[in-house]
Every structure is written in C-alpha cells, then in structure tokens.
Nanobody
Framework: QVQLVESGGGLVQAGGSLRLSCVAS????????MGWYRQVPGKQRELVAT?????STNYADSGRFTISRDNGKNTVYLQMNSLKPEDTAVYYC?????????????WGQGTQVTVSS
C-alpha cells in the first residue's frame, strides 16, 4: 500500500508564495511520474504540473509555478509564486508507483490553498 501526504497549504495574500510538499511512503519499488493537480468545488480536477523520474517537467500554465522532486526522499514539491485568488483550490499530489503488485496510481488527501485578494 502506498500513502501520499501533502503539506504546505494555507492562506496567503495575492502576490504571495507557498511551497507544497508531498511525501510518498509504503511498499515502493520505484516512482515514475509525480504531479500536482487542483480542484475547486463544482469543477473537474485539473493538471497543474507533472515531473518524471528523470526530471522532465510539464506545466498547464508555465511561469509562476515550479515543480521539483527529490527521488531519494520520494518527495515532490510545488513552488507557487505570485499567487492569484483564482489559484484557490484543493491541491492534490499524484504519483505513479511501482509496487509488488505492479504499477499503480496513488493520490494524496489534498491540501487547501486559499489566496485572498
């Protein structure tokens, strides 16, 4: 079983910054892609950024956010700068994890990010 635990969310004023972290634990052989998604009530969960095990990144909207990972710590980060009220959402961590049962996708429980105007 794999657990993903996010941290770093909170309340910040527009223009501020936050750094989200997500640690994967459990019976992990290796982790392929990791990523961050976000969701607001009434809308579908949307991609924010992904990163492969070799460090290749993909962003839904580049410029203000930076995704990174520490493979030795099974951790992915999301540095969010110049935050806007429309960035308010629950942010979820995702990881494609190889375990004894094969490759599985795992999600964290989410962390709330609220940006005030």
């Amino acid at each position: 079983q794999v657990q993903l635990v996010e941290s770093g969310g909170g309340l910040v004023q527009a223009g501020g910054s936050l750094r989200l972290s997500c640690v994967a634990s459990g019976s992990i052989f290796s982790i392929n892609a990791m990523g961050w998604y976000r969701q607001v009530p009434g809308k579908q969960r949307e991609l924010v950024a992904t990163i492969t095990s070799s460090g290749s990144t993909n962003y839904a909207d580049s410029g203000r956010f930076t995704i990174s990972r520490d493979n030795g710590k099974n951790t992915v980060y999301l540095q969010m700068n110049s935050l806007k009220p429309e960035d308010t959402a629950v942010y979820y961590c995702y990881a494609g994890v190889r375990t004894t049962r094969g490759l599985t996708g795992s999600w964290g429980q989410g962390t709330q990010v609220t940006v005030s105007s």
